[in-house]
Structures are given as C-alpha cells and as structure tokens.
C-alpha cells in the first residue's frame, strides 16, 4: 500500500491577521477553513488552499503566542508551493518585489525550477515549477491572476543530521522509494517518492550533522501530513500497530481522520484521509468566511469564540 502525496502541512505563527494577510492577499491562496487546534482550542487553525479545498493542497497554522523559532535540524525547513506556466515565475518574481517580500532568485534545483522566499514570520517557502502535472483548481476570487496561482504542496524539505535511521522508517514503515540524492550548498539531500512521484509527492531530507538542533516557534513547522484515501485509513492504523510504532492511534478531525508518529529524527508525521473534506460543514462557495467547529466542540462555541481575536 502506497502513500499517495503530501495532504497538507502544518506551521506555526504568532499573528493570525498578519498570517491571513500574508497567505490570502499576497499570495492569493483561499482561506477555505477558520477553525481551532482542537487539543488547544484557544489557538486559532487556519487552512489555506487552492480553490476547491483539494487534499494536497493546503498549508495551515496553528496561531500560538510564541517567538521566533530558532532554526536547525531535526525539522522541517522549507515548504514548495507548485506553480506553472511559461513566464509564472517571472510574475511572482514581479510581485515580490512589488510587496516587499523577501526573496531570493529564480534558480535550477533538483531539475525544476525555483524560487526560494520567507513569509513576515521567516516560514521558509519556495515557488516550484512543476511542469503542469496534476489537476488544477483556481480560485475564480484570488489576488493573483489564474495561470499564476499555487496548485499545491510539495515537496517538503526536512533536515536531520543521520540519515540511516530516517531513511530506514521512511522506506520499510512508510513505504515510500528512495529516487535520487542531489547536493546544495555543500549538503547532501536524499529524495523519498511516494505513489506516482512528481513534486507532489515527494520529501526531500537534507543530511546536517553539525547543525544544532532546531526549537520550535513563529516560522516553524509542527507536522506533515501524507495522503491516504478514506477506504485505506484502516490498513495504516493497522500497520503501525502490527510494527509495534507508537503512535496516536486513530484520531478523528472531523474533515479528515488522522494517525500521528514521529520518525527517529524526532519529526512529526501525520496520516490524513482525503475525506470527508472541508465542505463538509459549510457550503463550499462559502468556506472559511466564519468560524467552524466540529460537532464534539460546538457546545463550546460562546467560550471559544470569547478567547479568540478578531482577523
């Protein structure tokens, strides 16, 4: 049984609204879930998508009062948005600079490419062409003209400082194949694929053995998700279990039903269903634009929305 993606991937910062700004206004990505972490549920946990809430597709942040990460390893270090399209990195190039984003040149790496940028928080993020695989679903209200807009994640960039333990969970728990290694800066990168493969589908691990190791913050990453259908749920929850790897056991977040476990280098990976999904609670031209709960929740509603501020 193959994984089949990334699902989403999941941050941290320490200002909602200048978040919401930032991914929606400045990036033109669909605010398609204003929910809360449901294990705090004094933190806002906001869900930017593409333009019908597809799996694969969402970055989302967990809004916790707390400072800057210091950077490291034994983390995730950059999130790939996919792009495509002749002249699409020249535009986001254009629209940078225009807004004041910080951001570095459009460059070859790894075959594809790139364009490496920060949010205001310093989430360290990269513009990926992806030649056009995949389907794409624009969101007709963007900021940002169709032919330009993100299509998804991946891949996902991870740092460790040993990659023999890593490796092995990746390859003979999570089943993913070992693609080909490429270097950067001086540092070795090993790429895992999933399913199909294609940047979409893919975990790129940076070897960093004298790196210090990372503490979490604004501008950090909590998790990655990987893709499962609904009907293959089960067989991982089964698999973890029959590998005796601690885990969350099932978890139910209402849109989708998750597993948790953290691989040797001490990085949380997340299994997500595709479904139920995000409409699931809300009319899907009208995501995100109020505050969701989950049914198990919704009895809480007046206390949490009391210790929530305004975006």
Do not use: C
Not at 181 to 200: C, K, L, S
Not at 237 to 242: E, L, M, Q, S, T
């Amino acid at each position: 049984m193959q994984l089949h993606g990334i699902h989403h991937l999941t941050a941290v910062s320490a200002d909602a609204r200048g978040n919401k700004d930032f991914y929606t206004r400045v990036l033109g990505m669909r605010l398609v879930k204003k929910t809360v972490n449901q294990d705090d549920t004094s933190a806002y946990h906001l869900f930017y998508a593409d333009g019908e809430a597809s799996p694969g597709t969402d970055i989302t942040f967990f809004d916790w009062p707390t400072a800057r990460e210091k950077r490291g390893t034994h983390s995730i270090v950059r999130t790939a948005l996919r792009v495509s399209g002749e002249g699409t990195l020249a535009y986001w190039l254009a629209r940078f600079d225009e807004l004041g984003v910080s951001h570095g040149p459009a460059k070859e790496r790894d075959g594809r490419m790139q364009i490496d940028f920060e949010d205001p928080e310093g989430q360290r993020l990269t513009l990926v062409d992806d030649g056009g695989t995949g389907p794409v679903h624009p969101w007709a209200r963007s900021s940002v003209p169709t032919e330009y807009q993100i299509r998804g994640l991946g891949p996902i960039t991870m740092s460790v400082p040993t990659l023999a333990p890593s490796e092995q969970f990746l390859v003979e728990v999570m089943a993913m194949r070992r693609a080909r290694t490429y270097q950067i800066d001086g540092v070795t990168v090993q790429v895992f694929e999933m399913d199909e493969g294609g940047p979409a589908a893919e975990l790129h691990v940076r070897v960093e053995p004298t790196l210090a190791p990372s503490r979490p913050g604004a501008g950090s990453v909590h998790h990655v998700a990987f893709r499962v259908a609904d009907d293959e749920y089960e067989y991982w929850a089964n698999r973890f279990r029959d590998l005796r790897i601690p885990s969350s056991g099932p978890v139910d977040r209402f849109y989708f039903r998750s597993l948790y476990t953290r691989e040797p280098g001490g990085i949380l990976y997340e299994i997500a269903t595709d479904g139920p999904g995000f409409a699931t609670d809300e009319a899907a031209d009208a995501l995100g634009e109020s505050l969701s709960l989950p049914p198990f929740l919704e009895g809480k509603r007046a206390a949490i929305e009391r210790g929530l501020k305004p975006i």
